[in-house]
């Protein structure tokens, strides 16, 4: 099973800062690899596909990189509804999530 | 606009079964692979099974190790609908189950239901 790491835990930053979320896989996952936002009480939804495709609708100030097994979330500036958890998922081989991290807020 | 609806919710005892439907609509669902994820109260999210877009063929269904041989993924084209068959259930089967939409690239998610929350406990 491909393992997931997430890191940091937890990111607390202030609306308007850049965020930079990462995610490592215990082996290569080429590019396949997702990124989902949750907000509290919600599902959750599709952010980044296959490393650094944006979803429909997803705003720019969402970009992903990275390939094998690092990869980088950045969210250019925070917007009052990014405060969320964050997700990474792969499909190279089966499926399997990240433990997620937490954007609060400062 | 595509829509999940999950339904099926309950608490149940240790060792009893239960079996979830997701309503799909807004799009064409026999094109889609489908799957279900769960989540443990406060916890992440853990894939729980995938059917293809046809489900006829057993070798289309695959299952996380954690369900395997207790769940059965399926659905009904005709009705628009996938259904998760859980038997067996444990306490660690406590979570907020969700059906996703499989894009047309392999193992992403792209709508995802509002969930539904099932409780085992005695």
């Known amino acids: 099973e491909i393992v997931l790491t997430q890191s940091p835990a937890t990111l607390s930053l202030s609306p308007g800062e850049r965020a930079t979320l990462s995610c490592r896989a215990s082996?290569?996952?080429?590019?396949?690899l997702a990124w989902y936002q949750q907000r509290p009480g919600q599902a959750p939804r599709l952010l980044i596909y296959?490393?650094?495709n944006r979803a429909t609708g997803i705003p720019d100030r969402f970009s992903g990189s990275g390939s094998g097994t690092d990869f980088t979330l950045t969210i250019s500036s925070l917007e009052p509804e990014d405060f969320a958890v964050y997700y990474c998922?792969?499909?190279?081989?089966?499926?399997?999530f990240g433990p997620g991290t937490k954007v609060d807020i400062k | 606009q595509v829509q999940l609806v999950e339904s099926g919710r309950g608490v149940v005892q240790p060792g009893r079964s239960l079996r979830l439907s997701c309503a799909a609509s807004?799009?064409?669902?026999?094109?889609?692979?489908m799957h279900w994820v769960r989540q443990a109260p406060g916890k992440g999210l853990e894939w729980v099974a995938v059917?293809?877009?046809?489900?006829?063929?057993?070798?289309?269904?695959y299952y996380a190790d954690s369900v395997k041989g207790r769940f059965t993924i399926s659905r009904d084209n005709s009705k628009n609908t996938l259904y998760l068959q859980m038997d067996n259930l444990k306490p660690d089967d406590t979570a907020v189950y969700y059906c996703?939409?499989?894009?047309?690239?392999?193992?992403?998610?792209?709508?995802w239901g509002q969930g539904t929350l099932v409780t085992v406990s005695s």
């Open positions: 996703a939409r499989d894009s047309l690239h392999y193992g992403i998610f792209d709508y």
């Open positions: 807004g799009f064409s669902f026999s094109t889609h692979a």
């Open positions: 059917i293809s877009k046809d489900g006829s063929n057993g070798n289309n269904k």
């Open positions: 082996e290569s996952v080429t590019n396949y």
């Open positions: 296959d490393a650094s």
């Open positions: 998922q792969q499909r190279y081989n089966y499926f399997t």
